[in-house]
């Protein structure tokens, strides 16, 4: 189909709405392989299978049949639960994986994988664990599934350059950062706010110049983290989106949880949605090739 109809039909689709949502997100665990410094999970105790296989089998067959069409699988680490991963390829037509990168997806499944690489070996490794870079950087290399994607925070922000250089040389897609979002309300020590935040968008900025084919992110979506406009009108929040924990109990007002503090937000996905809502084109072409056809399942 040609890029040109696709955008019409997405947007008809957007805007169209339906009695339930279009895109969903599932935690199938709330189990890890990691103990990240920054990670939210961290704000939701009680870390177990709360669903068997088969009934992850269910949910999303059900959920398609009311009209899911795209599917994120995260966690947790979901490729803890490769069956339930597999189970997902098989049922849906649009489907994307969030992981650590310590477990390699397996190349069957066609999809786009978003691997967590947060700095070089001395930085992945403080944030995340002793050795846990070589792992996933064997496990990624030269695999056009994988979009990089590191969270920064106050800890790595000062190594985009070298994630960039890292993510060319690993022979993936390209590269695609969030910022890490706070659950408080007062000063929190990870949260890049001030100079600390405009050197940032200014570092993003030079790096799409320098690295457009690399980069999953816009000029105008990298401009949006200054003041963050999109929290008023958070994709998340909408009627198209809906999101589940590991018991299957709605989440909300989104992935991050309750008593995430939204006029902090740095996450990339509700950056492209309020960037398409805006009808910024370049920032449409960019989510055709972070999702292009062949990923999509008929
Ligand atoms: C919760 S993890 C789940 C998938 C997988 N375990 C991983 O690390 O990629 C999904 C993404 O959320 C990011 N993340 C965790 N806590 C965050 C926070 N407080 N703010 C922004 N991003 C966060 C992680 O760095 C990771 O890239
Ligand atoms: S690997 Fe992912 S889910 Fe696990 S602690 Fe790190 S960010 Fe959180
Ligand atoms: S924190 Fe969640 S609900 Fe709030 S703006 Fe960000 S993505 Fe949306």
Redesign the pocket.
């Known amino acids: 189909m040609s890029k040109v109809i696709r955008f019409f039909r997405f947007l008809h689709d957007f805007k169209k709405g339906s009695s339930f949502p279009r895109v969903a997100n599932y ?1 199938i665990t709330s189990r ?1 392989n ?1 103990s ?1 410094e ?4 961290k704000k939701n105790p009680g870390a177990q299978d709360h669903l068997s296989d088969e009934q992850w089998s269910e949910v999303f067959t059900e959920h398609k049949a009311r009209g899911v069409t795209f599917s994120f699988l ?5 490729t803890l639960r490769m069956p339930v991963i597999e189970a997902a390829d098989h049922i849906f037509n649009g489907l994307a994986i ?4 310590v477990i390699k997806v397996p190349e069957q499944i066609r999809r786009r994988l ?3 690489l ?1 700095g070089p070996p001395e930085v992945h490794n403080r944030i ?1 664990g002793k050795d846990v870079f070589d792992t996933v950087m064997n496990n990624i290399a030269g695999d056009r599934r994988v979009i990089v ?3 920064l ?1 106050t800890t790595n922000y000062e190594h985009i350059d070298e994630l960039i250089r890292i993510t060319r040389e690993s022979g993936v897609e390209g590269i695609s950062f ?6 408080v309300r007062t000063d929190d020590p ?1 949260l890049l706010k001030g100079e600390k935040l405009e050197w940032v968008i200014e570092k993003l900025l030079d790096g799409w110049k320098k690295n457009r084919k690399l980069f999953f992110m816009t000029p105008y979506i990298i401009n949006l983290l200054r003041n963050k406009p999109h929290k008023n009108e958070c994709f998340f929040r909408g009627s198209n989106f809906i999101s589940f924990d590991a018991r299957m109990q709605e989440k909300k007002p989104c ?2 949880g309750a008593g ?1 503090n939204c006029a902090t937000c ?2 990339i996905v509700p950056m492209i949605s309020y960037a398409l809502k805006k009808m910024n084109l370049r920032s449409w072409f960019m989510l055709n090739r972070m999702f292009p056809t062949r990923y999509f399942k008929a």
Do not use: K, Q
Request: with cysteine.
């Open positions: 935690e890890c990691l990240c920054h990670c939210y999970c995260t966690g947790g680490e979901p969030a992981s650590n990168g978003f691997i967590s947060d995340r994607s590191p969270t925070s969030s910022l890490y979002t706070s659950h990870l992935v991050l995430v740095g996450c």
